[in-house]
């Protein structure tokens, strides 16, 4: 079920496009759901095809596609790592592999404390800052050595015990 708030939201995502082209606010839709419930699940897939008028394939093509949205619950902290080829030949599976060793977990999972899940992800557009990875689908970091990704580790968990 989506919510008068949901739907609000949606609506001013749709009026943006002519109204034979309203499947173009997908994208948009899909990320209003994940803000709200921190993922998107099939269920959620199926409420943005019926309001969209799509088949709900077609909404989870789009879901499957872009990393940027979860399929799961997530962590507070998402850390997407670029092992995409000019990150590979600049270090990126290294740089994957030693934040999985000071994680203690592998790509894909979630730390027992639910602070981070590591993820392995497709170009981030900033190869010539690799190896790169990106925080929450927010906020890229370049050139992580393993002295940066120490810091950015530390830093985050400092964030959260300040909560």
């Not at 919510?3 to 496009?17: G, I, N, Q």
């Not at 800052?129 to 530390?154: G, H, Y």
Request: charged share 25%; aromatic share 6%; with cysteine.
């Amino acid at each position: 079920m989506i919510s008068d708030a949901t739907k609000a939201r949606f609506d001013k995502e749709v009026a943006k496009y002519p109204a034979d082209q309203k499947q173009s606010a997908v994208m948009a839709c899909l990320a209003i759901v994940q803000q709200e419930q921190g993922f998107v699940g099939a269920d959620s897939e199926r409420l943005v095809a019926d309001y969209l008028g799509m088949a709900p394939i077609a909404v989870h093509e789009v879901t499957t596609f872009y990393n940027m949205y979860n399929q799961r619950p997530v962590a507070k902290f998402k850390l997407n790592v670029c092992t995409n080829l000019p990150c590979q030949l600049r270090e990126g599976q290294r740089t994957l592999h030693y934040i999985e060793s000071k994680l203690g977990i592998k790509m894909g999972e979630t730390t027992p404390d639910g602070l981070f899940t590591l993820q392995q992800s497709e170009c981030l557009g900033a190869c010539a800052d690799s190896p790169v990875m990106l925080v929450n689908d927010r906020a890229m970091c370049s050139f992580m050595s393993e002295e940066k990704i120490d810091q950015l580790l530390d830093g985050l968990r400092a964030e959260v015990s300040k909560s």
